[in-house]
C-alpha cells in the first residue's frame, strides 16, 4: 500500500457501489483515511470490509439519505466529531431516470436535482472551512451529458449541467481560497447504475437491453477504476494548478469539440 495520502481524509459521498467505492478503494489504497457516504447502511459496510481487508485504513462510513440537508449535516457532524478535518471531498452521489420526456413524472425531476445537485452543493458549503483550512480538492463526478443533450435523458443532463455550472462558479472562489475545484465527466461506465440505465433506456426506445449494450461497448464502455485513478491525480500536488477543469472519462465518446 502507497502512503501518498497518509493522515488525509477523505469525504466520498455515494461511496459504497460503482464509481463511488473504487474512488474510495484508490484513495484508500494510498494511505487516505476514507469516509463513506450513501443510503444503505449494508452496501457501506461491505465496502469499508473490502477496503480494510486490502490492509488500508478502515473507512468510517455514514448511512443517510443523501437528497436532505439532514443527512448532508449527519456526514459532516460524524467527520468533524472524529477527524476535525477534511481534506479532498468527492460528490459522487447522484442517479437520474432516463426515458421519454412526457413519461416522466415531476417528482423524477425533484429527486434528480435532490440528490446530485443539492447534495453536492450543500457538502461543499458545510466542508468550504476545512477544506479551506488544507487547502484541499474538491472533485465532483458529474457526466458526459452534461455537455451532449439527450432527448431520452433530460432529467441526467439538466442536473449535470447545473453541477458543472456550479463546480465552474466554485472554483473561481477556490482559487481565491485555496481549494482546488474541479469535474470528472464519465461516459459509460460499467456499474449497477448503468445497467439499471440501460433497461430504462431500453423501456422508452424500443431497443433491447441487450442493444444498448453492445452500442455503448463498442462507443466504449469503460471500468470504475478508469474514473478512480483520475480522481486520485487531481488531488495530488502534480495537478496543483488544474482548478475549474471538466475532464472527460468516456474512451472519446463525448461527439463534440470542447
Request: glycine residues 12%; neutral net charge; hydrophobic residues 45%.
Amino acid at each position: 500500500m502507497s502512503e501518498e495520502f497518509e493522515g488525509l481524509v477523505v469525504v466520498v459521498t455515494g461511496g459504497s457501489r460503482g464509481i463511488g467505492r473504487a474512488i474510495a478503494e484508490a484513495f484508500a489504497g494510498k494511505g487516505a483515511q476514507t469516509v463513506l457516504a450513501a443510503s444503505s447502511e449494508a452496501n457501506l459496510k461491505k465496502a469499508a470490509q473490502a477496503i480494510a481487508d486490502r490492509g488500508a485504513p478502515e473507512p468510517m462510513i455514514v448511512a443517510g439519505d443523501l437528497r436532505k440537508l439532514e443527512s448532508c449535516e449527519r456526514v459532516f457532524t460524524a467527520v468533524r466529531e472524529k477527524f476535525n478535518r477534511c481534506d479532498i471531498l468527492v460528490n459522487n452521489a447522484g442517479a437520474t431516470r432516463a426515458g421519454n420526456f412526457v413519461d416522466l413524472p415531476d417528482e423524477a425531476w425533484g429527486d434528480g436535482f435532490a440528490l446530485k445537485y443539492f447534495c453536492a452543493v450543500r457538502m461543499a458549503r458545510l466542508f468550504w472551512p476545512m477544506l479551506r483550512d488544507a487547502r484541499g480538492h474538491v472533485v465532483n463526478i458529474v457526466g458526459g451529458a452534461a455537455r451532449t443533450p439527450d432527448a431520452q435523458f433530460l432529467i441526467g443532463g439538466s442536473v449535470n449541467a447545473a453541477v458543472a455550472n456550479f463546480s465552474k462558479g466554485l472554483s473561481k472562489l477556490g482559487k481565491r481560497e485555496g481549494v482546488n475545484v474541479n469535474v470528472i465527466h464519465p461516459g459509460m461506465i460499467e456499474t449497477d447504475r448503468v445497467a439499471d440505465l440501460l433497461s430504462q433506456r431500453a423501456a422508452s426506445s424500443g431497443k433491447s437491453v441487450e442493444e444498448l449494450r453492445e452500442q455503448a461497448i463498442k462507443d466504449g464502455m469503460g471500468q470504475p477504476h478508469d474514473v478512480a485513478a483520475l480522481a486520485v491525480f487531481l488531488c495530488t500536488p502534480a495537478a496543483r494548478h488544474i482548478q475549474g477543469t471538466a475532464i472527460a472519462v468516456d474512451g472519446g465518446a463525448t461527439p463534440g469539440f470542447y
